[in-house]
């Protein structure tokens, strides 16, 4: 057809001359596809999502809310008999019950939140919690940033190692590694005698860990509480101790210095009352026997537990764990989704700017680690707003969908680029209009595309959830580790919840096989 020839019946005339206005909306127009969205909608559109997620992220929370009626704990999560998760899925130990009772005895609610306790001590730093009670150790150091209650507990550190261990004093540890746990009177106690004994230390985050490393033969054994040690061995640990406590370090519940000084006054007075009415030696007596709080005490008769046993009794921490799994991650799916699109137009945008913030957006956060990203929000955010909070669940949330928004967005972006830019010119030579070439015409196309790497895409973030454990989010690894310091049987736990996630992650991707056999070119 030559220049001049007349227009095919039903395609209307196209001017040689004439080109679409350049209005506001070509900001955000792909310049490979020639899409120009209207750049104002998308930015309301942004602006709104960003508001709704700050609200429901967020409770505003008094600066001043003296007296208060209910504080917020935080503990650890894998230090019984002081504080674990039970068969029932319910916390237990001597610091939840005695944190219960000085509750009831003074009056005031308190909401117990695990979090691990280098995580605990951070949220208290950062104000997300009111206190922390978890096995603390009082120390000078700790003074210095710390207000702490009266001592409820006097412990002591002992060495434990394998039953089928030649081990049996602390002079046989020249030239061999022992394992302690971060943050407790453990590794104080094996930092100051190691050149004394002449071992090395290692150190791990949870005791399950530490636990773990000496099964493995990563260390001949571990430094601990004698009551840690001594309520491991009732539940199978497979461990005997060598020597008598040594030591003795007072525990105390812990609040920011200057701050909370009412929750001090009524954790002592509920203490005092406890220990007069004979309640707190029966709470102690409970998990370490009579005169737990001294030393010594008798110890349980070892259960005898099955893998099966195991998995009866905490089936429901399991399914919890399960559903908190899948829940954060279709959260975060399909936020990150939305900020995908956004962003991937945006990096697609005419308008320079757009394209420098959402390039920045995806090198920040594809160019930092998950969990660097999850205390940054879980943590720093309090820091620098202290009025505002936000739980565990909400924090994962939010980490999930700003780290798979960036990945989200270079989906989007690669597959708006593979469609074809003929199809975009022979839209355009048909009348079709930027907004309807984009909505009728590209982006089918390139959904198609992007249908595998979403798919793949969505399998990571469902097992990045695990990672999200380190701020408290009860998804199935967390669980996990709640059950193994309970039943010490960790090897055969995390069979299963291999089992659980591969079964999960088999049953996505055929379903996403079929998908993709229906949808995708």
Do not use: C
């Amino acid at each position: 057809m030559s220049p001049l020839s007349p227009p095919a019946p039903g395609i209307p005339p196209a001017s040689p001359i004439a080109a679409p206005p350049r209005t506001a909306s070509a900001a955000l127009a792909p310049a490979p596809a020639g899409s120009r969205p209207p750049a104002l909608r998308w930015i309301a559109l942004l602006a709104v999502l960003l508001m709704a997620a700050l609200t429901a992220a967020v409770s505003a929370q008094p600066a001043h809310a003296e007296p208060k009626e209910k504080y917020v704990v935080g503990t650890d999560t894998t230090y019984a008999p002081f504080e674990y998760t039970g068969s029932d899925g319910d916390l237990e130990g001597i610091d939840i019950d005695l944190l219960n009772a000085i509750a009831k005895d003074q009056g005031f609610e308190v909401e117990i939140r695990p979090l691990g306790f280098d995580a605990a001590v951070q949220a208290l730093s950062s104000n997300q919690v009111d206190a922390v009670m978890a096995g603390m150790t009082i120390t000078d150091e700790r003074k210095d940033s710390f207000d702490f209650t009266d001592t409820y507990f006097v412990g002591g550190v002992q060495f434990a190692v394998p039953e089928s261990s030649d081990i049996s004093s602390l002079d046989q540890l020249k030239g061999e590694t022992v394992a302690v746990k971060n943050g407790t009177t453990g590794k104080d106690f094996a930092e100051e005698n190691k050149d004394k004994y002449g071992y090395t230390v290692d150190t791990y985050q949870e005791t399950t860990d530490v636990v773990d490393a000496v099964k493995s033969g990563h260390a001949v054994g571990y430094f601990d509480d004698y009551p840690v040690i001594a309520y491991g061995i009732t539940q199978g640990s497979g461990f005997k101790q060598v020597g008598d406590p040594q030591g003795g370090g007072d525990f105390g519940a812990a609040v920011n210095k200057g701050k909370n000084a009412e929750f001090l006054e009524k954790f002592n007075a509920g203490l005092k009352n406890l220990k007069k009415s004979g309640e707190y030696d029966t709470i102690v007596e409970k998990y370490v026997g009579a005169q737990g709080s001294d030393g010594g005490g008798e110890q349980a008769q070892k259960p005898d537990r099955s893998v099966l046993t195991v998995i009866t009794d905490y089936w429901p921490q399991l399914l919890h764990g399960v559903w908190l799994t899948f829940l954060s991650t279709l959260v975060a799916l399909v936020l990150a989704f939305v900020l995908g699109i956004i962003f991937g137009f945006a990096r697609l945008a005419r308008f320079a700017p757009f394209r420098w913030i959402a390039t920045a957006y995806v090198y920040v956060f594809r160019g930092t680690p998950i969990l660097v990203q999850a205390f940054f929000i879980f943590f720093a955010i309090p820091q620098m707003f202290p009025d505002l909070k936000m739980g565990p669940f909400v924090a994962g949330a939010i980490t999930l969908t700003l780290n798979t928004g960036a990945y989200m967005t270079e989906i989007i972006r690669g597959g708006i680029q593979a469609v074809d830019s003929g199809q975009t010119e022979a839209a355009r030579s048909l009348g079709l209009g930027h907004r309807k070439t984009m909505q009728k015409v590209v982006l089918p196309q390139a959904f198609r595309i992007m249908i595998p790497t979403f798919v793949n895409q969505g399998i990571i973030t469902l097992k990045d959830t695990s990672l999200l454990s380190v701020i408290g989010l009860a998804e199935l690894t967390y669980q996990s580790r709640q059950i193994i310091a309970t039943t010490y049987m960790s090897s055969q736990v995390l069979v299963v919840v291999a089992f659980l996630y591969f079964a999960v992650i088999t049953v996505l991707t055929l379903l996403s096989q079929r998908l993709e056999r229906k949808y995708a070119v």
